[in-house]
């Protein structure tokens, strides 16, 4: 059974940094593009960052680009979104997905909530 | 950037009813298209993907079709614990974005 299950949100300031992690178990972690999308609270979904499978090409949307950083490591069937100078719009549910065989998303985390205060 | 337009944004039905969910594109897509469903507090769930292909799991009644700008999603005939939001999603290429609808919500009339 895949399971994908993130951890390491909770409540940061503006300005500040955050590092999510998504522990995969259940599949062959090493060969497959994983993703980060985020929810607003009340909002749609928004694809935020990828990582290939094969040689960690990494991927960003416009909105997060220089600001956070994708990462993976096989040994430990582990994702990581490393956000730094956030902001109050990153505010969201961060949702790590497994990409499918296409062009889309065939297993989900449950999400893990990113709160940006002062 | 391809824009994903979904209508209508709610869709007021009864069960038992057929939903048509539409899902249009500004340009016209690869056959990355995919469906979500997302009940609330729940992570989105896939429903078909590749434009018309239903994923592990999903009842005969969802159906997906559709090519070049114009998608549709099917459901039909609604069941109860079908009453959720929808998302369509595509993926481009170059360079490599994935792109969300805004969402339907199919409400119980």
């Known amino acids: 059974e895949v399971q994908l299950l993130e951890s390491g949100g909770g409540l940061a300031q503006p300005g500040g940094s955050l590092r999510l992690s998504c522990a995969a178990s259940g599949f062959s972690f090493s060969s497959c593009a994983m993703s980060w999308v985020r929810q607003a609270p009340g909002k749609g979904l928004e694809w935020v960052s990828a990582?290939?499978?094969?040689?960690?090409?990494?991927y960003y949307a416009d909105s997060v680009k220089g600001r956070f950083t994708i990462s993976r490591d096989n040994s430990k069937n582990t994702l990581y979104l490393q956000m730094n100078s956030l902001r109050a719009e990153d505010t969201a549910v961060y949702y790590c997905?497994?990409?499918?065989?296409?062009?889309?998303?065939?297993?989900w985390g449950q999400g893990i909530l990113v709160i940006v205060s002062s | 950037e391809i824009v994903l337009t979904q209508s209508p944004a709610t869709l007021s039905l009864s069960p038992g009813e057929r939903a048509t969910l539409s899902c249009r594109a500004s340009?016209?897509?690869?056959?990355?298209l995919a469906w979500y469903q997302q009940k609330p507090g729940q992570a989105p769930r896939l429903l078909i993907y590749?434009?018309?292909y239903r994923a592990t799991g999903i009842p005969a009644r969802f159906s997906g079709s559709g090519s070049g700008t114009d998608f549709t999603l099917t459901i039909s005939s609604l069941e109860p614990e079908d009453f959720a939001v929808y998302y369509c999603?595509?993926?481009?290429?170059?360079?490599?974005?994935?792109?969300f609808g805004q969402g339907t919500k199919l409400e119980i009339k």
């Open positions: 999603q595509q993926r481009s290429n170059w360079p490599l974005v994935y792109t």
């Open positions: 990582i290939s499978g094969s040689d960690d090409t990494t």
């Open positions: 997905a497994k990409r499918g065989t296409g062009g889309h998303f065939d297993y």
């Open positions: 590749d434009a018309s």
């Open positions: 340009q016209s897509v690869s056959s990355y």
